[in-house]
């Protein structure tokens, strides 16, 4: 079973920048895409940003110019570089892996962005 652990969250003012890190328990060469997920309090899950093995990215447009999603397969962790963070981005933040058997969850962690 691949354990996935997010950190890297907390409170931040708006207009600054957190990078969060998901390390997962084995290689993550396996996995052909990982993706950031979030959860604001009453909303439903949303995708935020999304790699590929291959390294293709995608991203949301309510965070595309000011987050960026990379992974280091040497090191089994993938992140997310959060800039000019903003109050509408407080949500708990989780990653996700896929490989050919199923997908995996992290536990989740908490960003919250407030003055």
């Known amino acids: 079973q691949v354990q996935l652990v997010e950190s890297g969250g907390g409170l931040v003012q708006p207009g600054g920048s957190l990078r969060l890190s998901c390390a997962a328990s084995r290689s993550i060469l396996s996995f052909y895409r990982m993706d950031w997920y979030r959860q604001a309090p009453g909303k439903q899950r949303e995708l935020v940003a999304m790699v590929t093995s291959g390294g293709s990215t995608n991203y949301a447009n309510s965070v595309k110019g000011r987050c960026t999603i990379s992974r280091d397969n040497d090191r089994n962790t993938m992140y997310l570089q959060m800039d000019n963070l903003k109050p509408e981005d407080t949500a708990v933040y989780y990653c996700?892996?896929?490989?050919?058997?199923?997908?995996?969850w992290g536990q989740g962690t908490q960003v919250t962005v407030s003055s």
């Open positions: 996700n892996g896929r490989d050919t058997i199923s997908e995996y």
